[in-house]
Structures are given as structure tokens and as C-alpha cells.
């Protein structure tokens, strides 16, 4: 029987690919021996150094990111990696399948929705878990540099040293055999020593028509 492996995976909720993502990886692991552990990381956090050579919208739309990931990181450190994967899920159902683009009503639905404390709202109002948020992001992308984004997936390789890649980025979320198959080549690119990207240009934006919202 094949050694089960622990697939860290950083996310950052208000992301529609990073989302896609996890939706992938959630069914790569029915198929395969995979243990997804949950990381939060922040698209704020990552370009709040070069924020005023952004486009006016990324300066507008970035600092509002800020309330998901604290309240995430909060559950991370309050709560276990089930739970925080539950709380990813019910705020991806709400923000990227639902459409609410107000962190004022899907962050105390989703809670609620994941059974837990709607109290844990005000997390997103005070800095009290960045450093913990700040920790999460910094491993993630310390494993694959500053130039890309979210997600970020980390597995150990022959030698257990823990290796990264951004991505994939995929849409549709593959189903079924689909997804074990985009699994078992990231974990070979993953895993091969000097290997660093492949890469072609978008065509098609997320599309979430085969997910349905369970949470």
C-alpha cells in the first residue's frame, strides 16, 4: 500500500482559483493516499510591500481580504485542521458560488454554517492574529518565492524535505479519476529535483459549474 502523504495547502478564501483548487485536492484525496493539511496565507500580506504600483482596483480590493483570512487564522489556532478546512468550504460556498461580496455576511454565515462561534467574526476587526496569520503566509511562500500568488501546494519528497509549488491552476475542478491523475503529475513536478515551472496563458476564467455548495 502506497505511504500516505501530507499535502500542505495555503489558501487565501477571497481567491476564485485558490478555491478552485481545493476543490480539486478534496477529491484527489478520495482516490489517493493524501492528507490535506489546511494553511492560510494572504494576498494582502503578500502585496502590501508593492500596493502603490498596483492597479487602482487591486489598492481597493486587496485590503478587503484582510477580514476572511483573520478570522480563518483565528480557527486555525483555535480549532483543528478539519475544522478549519470546514470554515474554507463554507466561505467558498458563500464568496465564490453565492457571489456575496460583503465579508459582514459571509463571514458570520459561513461560521455558522461550519458550527462555530459567530463571535469569531470580531477576529476580523483587530490585529490580534496577525502574527499567527503573518507565520502561516511566510511559510507557504517561503517554499516558492514572492512572484506568485495562491495556492500554494507543499508536499515532502524521497528525502522528506518539503517542497512547493504554486497551483495548480485548473478549471473546472477536475472530478473522479481526473483529479487522482493531476495529483500523481503534481507530485511528480513537484518532487523532481530542480524542477520549476510549466506554465500557458489563460483562456476561460474560474468555473464552478460541476461544484454544488455542501456546507
Known amino acids: ?7 500542505d495547502f495555503w489558501f487565501d478564501p477571497a481567491c476564485p482559483w485558490a478555491w478552485m483548487t481545493s476543490r480539486w ?28 504600483e498596483l ?3 487591486y489598492q481597493q480590493m486587496l485590503p478587503k481580504t484582510r477580514a476572511a483570512v483573520r478570522v480563518a487564522t483565528a480557527v486555525a489556532q483555535q480549532y483543528d485542521n478539519e475544522t478549519l478546512g470546514r470554515f474554507y468550504t463554507a466561505l467558498g460556498n458563500r464568496i465564490h458560488l453565492g457571489g456575496e461580496k460583503d ?24 490585529e490580534e492574529w496577525d502574527a499567527a496569520l503573518n507565520a502561516s503566509h ?29 497551483g495548480p491552476v485548473v478549471t473546472p475542478a477536475p472530478q473522479g479519476e481526473a483529479a ?8 511528480a513536478v513537484a ?25
Open 180 to 187: 487522482a491523475k493531476l495529483w500523481d503529475g503534481v507530485y
Open 55 to 57: 492597479p487602482e482596483f
Open 138 to 166: 511566510q511559510r507557504g511562500i517561503g517554499l516558492v518565492g514572492t512572484d506568485v500568488g495562491t495556492p500554494v501546494v507543499a508536499v515532502e519528497n524521497d528525502e522528506g524535505v518539503q517542497v512547493g509549488l504554486f
Open 103 to 126: 465579508a459582514e455576511v459571509y463571514i458570520p454565515s459561513a461560521l455558522e454554517a461550519a458550527g462555530l462561534p459567530v463571535e469569531l467574526a470580531d477576529a476580523a476587526k483587530t
Open 191 to 215: 518532487t523532481t529535483p530542480g524542477f520549476y515551472e510549466l506554465k500557458r496563458s489563460r483562456t476561460d476564467g474560474p468555473n464552478f459549474d460541476n461544484l454544488t455548495a455542501d456546507i
Open 1 to 7: 500500500m502506497a505511504e500516505t502523504k501530507t499535502v
Open 25 to 52: 485536492i478534496i477529491e484527489a484525496a478520495k482516490l489517493r493516499p493524501i492528507n490535506v493539511r489546511w494553511n492560510v496565507m494572504s494576498l494582502y500580506v503578500l502585496n502590501e510591500p508593492k500596493m502603490d
